[in-house]
């Protein structure tokens, strides 16, 4: 299991600020992966009560999600850890190769089940020892765990995020607008469930 700690900044792109993006550090980004689509699975428990603690609580809260990616048929699942020494995330590789092979997940004390699945396009860039990636085509689609009728929304913005390479980096010279706190967690459960 890899266990890292998280330094993120996030920002909701309308089409004005991405463009205003692009014209600002075209010169100066440098673009390091191939695109590839992201597939996760998020979890919660019967009462979700991990969705109400991650909204009311500033710390000790966590999420958990099970994740893919285009190019690859692994899957991993991640705990996102938000606690007062600051953020984590842990990931470990999973023996399956679908997610209809996971109908719970087990964390602590607590029996999670499928929530909520979240899938979008993502490009990697490199700005000096930043590291930026943008998140394009969200989509939200209900679990059928939660929801007997298939439920999809699609997000209207794309989101910019930065991570620093070095762990001490400072990256905030290089956020030309407030960061906000963005969870796709949370706004597919509003979109799809009105939660």
């Known amino acids: 299991m890899k266990n890292e700690f998280r330094k993120e900044f996030k920002i909701i792109a309308t089409p004005y600020v991405f463009n205003n993006f692009f014209s600002t550090h075209n010169k100066k980004i440098n673009e390091i992966y191939e695109p590839r689509k992201i597939t996760s699975l998020y979890f919660d428990t019967f009462d979700t009560s991990l969705l109400s603690s991650s909204t009311f609580d500033d710390v000790n809260t966590f999420k958990l999600r099970v994740r893919t990616y285009s190019n690859s048929d692994k899957y991993y699942k991640e705990i996102k850890k938000n ?90 010279k290089y956020i030309y607008k407030n960061p906000v706190a963005f969870s796709k967690y949370k706004v597919g459960a509003n979109r799809l469930y009105g939660l």
């Open 83 to 172: 606690t007062s020494s600051g953020k984590y995330k842990e990931v470990e590789e999973l023996l399956v190769r679908s997610f209809d092979k996971i109908n719970k997940i087990h964390v602590n004390q607590f029996t999670l089940y499928p929530f909520l699945f979240t899938e979008y396009e993502r490009r990697y860039f490199k700005l000096e020892n930043c590291r930026i990636t943008i998140d394009y085509n969200i989509t939200f689609t209900s679990h059928s765990f939660r929801s007997p009728v298939k439920i999809q929304q699609k997000y209207e913005n794309k989101i910019i995020e930065y991570k620093p390479f070095e762990k001490n980096f400072d990256i905030e």
